[in-house]
């Protein structure tokens, strides 16, 4: 199956600094990727959409100026959580996607904000 | 408002049983369904997708899709301890995203 990657995959930083995490497709070219935040005990929420070369969409109720969305290239999406706070920390998954397939998963990115 | 709903378990069967989890989605016009299986503090992987109507069975996994009544569902045979996840089904419209629901936790007993 295809291989999605995130890295780093766990991270801590202090409240008011800034993380960035990447998510690439290692044998396919993703379209689409897509950003998903999940707090414990609870279900994946879907941050956000990117198609390559243009502008995020964003799901109502996410700061597209908190969470930045590059998708620069068919292999690699960044995701940086600017000013990061306590409640920021999460377990963050990207997923991506080739033009009519499922999704593929990342491994996820644990983000602690202390 | 698109929805995709799950009973939260926990569902608990002993070993070598079916496990049976359920879905209902409240868009009619989704085209695309999906089983993903997550386990604690890993991130989810795909198990099944169908898209007609009817049984699709893989190994072990058999996904059942009623467009009618707008139900899927999972069939676990002969149910395995490594079985006990997170079941997360995923429902793909005409657009591009796919909701998820809430996760039914199996929990398989030996």
């Known amino acids: 199956g295809a291989v999605v990657s995130q890295h780093p995959s766990w991270v801590i930083c202090k409240s008011g600094t800034s993380v960035k995490i990447e998510c690439r497709s290692l044998?396919?070219?993703?379209?689409?990727m897509f950003w998903y935040r999940q707090f414990p005990k609870q279900s994946l929420m879907l941050m956000a959409t990117s198609n390559e070369g243009s502008k995020a969409t964003y799901e109502q109720g996410v700061e597209k100026d908190k969470f930045l969305i590059n998708h620069a290239s068919l292999t690699l999406s960044t995701l940086t959580v600017t000013s990061a706070h306590p409640e920021d920390s999460s377990f963050y998954i990207c997923?991506?996607?080739?033009?009519?397939?499922?999704?593929?998963f990342g491994p996820g990115t644990r983000l602690t904000v202390t | 408002q698109k929805e995709v709903e799950q009973n939260s378990g926990p569902l608990s069967v002993p070993e070598g049983a079916i496990a049976s989890l359920n879905c209902t989605y409240s868009?009619?016009?989704?085209?695309?369904f999906f089983w993903y299986r997550q386990y604690s503090g890993k991130s989810p992987e795909l198990i099944m997708s169908?898209?007609?109507?009817g049984d699709k069975e893989d190994g072990r996994f058999t996904a059942q899709l009623n467009k009618a009544s707008q139900y899927v569902s999972l069939l676990i045979r002969d149910s395995q301890p490594s079985d006990s996840a997170t079941y997360l089904c995923a429902v793909r419209g005409n657009g591009q995203n796919f909701v998820f629901g809430p996760g039914t936790r199996l929990s398989v007993l030996p």
């Open positions: 997923s991506a996607r080739e033009d009519g397939a499922q999704q593929y």
């Open positions: 868009d009619r016009v989704s085209q695309s």
């Open positions: 044998d396919f070219q993703a379209t689409t």
């Open positions: 169908i898209y007609s109507n």
